[in-house]
């Protein structure tokens, strides 16, 4: 009865009023359990560990995290620097790789204009030979697209069975990409898998692993590379799941 109750609720929502609702939830958990004492607090060292998922699940700091509002400020504060570090990061590798094609397609020229005003001494006015857009393409696409994917609207029911919760339509393009997919509400962090199904058939075509991280009340899952480029367009079942949990199910599009 009350599952039936939260999936009404949920389905009246805008995305607008599932926003302010999941903020209060958050302020709520902030302020409703005061702890100015610090009394029973694990300590900064453990609170990082819990940040950057390091620590052990059953650690009695997560239980701890949750009945601290002290507590889950700071780790969250802690979870804020390791995303923007790993972010910082992941933008200096992009503009490493960036360079480093440039730097080929540099030298390829070079080479190839030498050839051509030095090949038999009276041949400089041959043509040069223009370099492919597809080899340009073919150099720029080892950085893969980011394609943010929200199936935060997704109702979390522990327990449930695959496929039991509705799915959200949600589009990327058919070529290598990064994905970003924030989580339902309340979907606890670590390691999930994803896969991509025929919805035909439920075969899989793609699947893969990632980090989840904890972000102001938020979980955020990380697919750092998928390759998108070989699936025909039209719509596939996308599933999740943490773990050894159930499998939840949206539905991607692909042009």
Not at 28 to 39: D, I, T
Request: one cysteine or more; proline letters at 6%.
């Amino acid at each position: 009865m009350r599952v039936a109750r939260e999936t009404i609720m949920a389905e009246r929502l805008s995305q607008h009023e599932l926003g302010e609702f999941l903020n209060s939830l958050q302020r709520a958990a902030l302020e409703g359990y005061p702890n100015p004492e610090r009394k029973g607090c694990p300590g900064r060292e453990i609170l990082q560990g819990v940040a950057k998922a390091s620590a052990p699940f059953s650690h009695p700091a997560y239980e701890h995290v949750k009945r601290c509002s002290s507590c889950l400020r700071e780790m969250l504060e802690l979870q804020g620097r390791v995303i923007r570090l790993e972010r910082s990061n992941a933008a200096k590798a992009r503009m490493h790789r960036v360079i480093a094609a440039c730097s080929l397609a540099s030298v390829v020229l070079g080479l190839s204009l030498f050839f051509v005003f030095h090949r038999g001494g009276g041949e400089s006015k041959k043509r040069i030979p223009e370099i492919s857009a597809a080899s340009q393409q073919t150099a720029f696409t080892r950085v893969p697209t980011t394609v943010p994917l929200d199936f935060r609207s997704i109702l979390t029911q522990r327990g449930a069975s695959e496929g039991a919760s509705a799915g959200l339509l949600q589009h990327a393009p058919r070529t290598q990409v990064k994905l970003e997919i924030m989580l339902p509400f309340g979907s606890d962090d670590g390691v999930y898998s994803i896969e991509i199904r025929d919805p035909r058939t439920d075969s899989v075509l793609k699947k893969a692993t990632g980090p989840a991280t904890l972000l102001n009340g938020e979980t955020r899952l990380t697919i750092p590379r998928l390759d998108l480029s070989d699936l025909p367009p039209g719509e596939y079942n996308f599933l999740f799941r943490h773990a050894d949990a159930f499998w939840r199910k949206g539905t991607l599009a692909l042009p």
